[in-house]
């Protein structure tokens, strides 16, 4: 996007370009992350759209767009020692915590998980003998 098309910013606007340029990529990749929650919004959503209307509006292809994936434990299984211990190793809970989590099943236990760990991570459960999900 050529700079004479951009929009002007305000005072604010300015200072927080000026904070952002001084941040690290983990840092606003964070920083996305808590805007995404805290006003329910996905700064992939326009691009997973876009692709989806040149494609078509096939529907695979806003499936093949989604990088970051939602675990949720939809059955504990019957080796729960294994999935607590599965549990607190994915999410860092105490043990009663933990406990708790795969007792209520089925339950979000982890978000906006890149697709490779996501993957690895319902390996793991899977070995546990728990179920999961991606969504």
């Known amino acids: 996007m050529a700079e004479e098309n951009l929009p002007?910013?305000?005072?604010?606007?300015?200072?927080?370009?000026?904070?952002?340029?001084?941040?690290?990529?983990?840092?606003?990749?964070?920083?996305?992350?808590?805007?995404?929650?805290?006003?329910?919004?996905?700064?992939?959503?326009?691009?997973?759209?876009?692709?989806g209307a040149q494609a078509g509006g096939d529907d695979a292809a806003l499936v093949e767009e989604k990088s970051t994936f939602d675990i949720e434990l939809t059955d504990a299984g019957s080796n729960k020692i294994a999935v607590i211990k599965a549990i607190r190793e994915i999410t860092g809970l105490g043990l009663g915590e933990a406990k708790t989590a795969a007792e209520s099943a089925p339950k979000?236990?982890?978000?906006?998980?890149?697709?490779?760990?996501?993957?690895?991570i319902q390996k793991k459960f899977s070995e546990a003998g728990a179920k999961v999900s991606l969504k």
């Open 8 to 51: 002007t910013l305000s005072k604010d606007a300015e200072k927080v370009m000026e904070i952002v340029e001084k941040m690290s990529v983990l840092e606003l990749a964070d920083l996305v992350k808590v805007l995404e929650n805290k006003f329910g919004v996905s700064a992939a959503a326009p691009v997973a759209v876009a692709a």
């Open 108 to 120: 979000i236990l982890k978000q906006g998980v890149k697709k490779p760990e996501a993957e690895e």
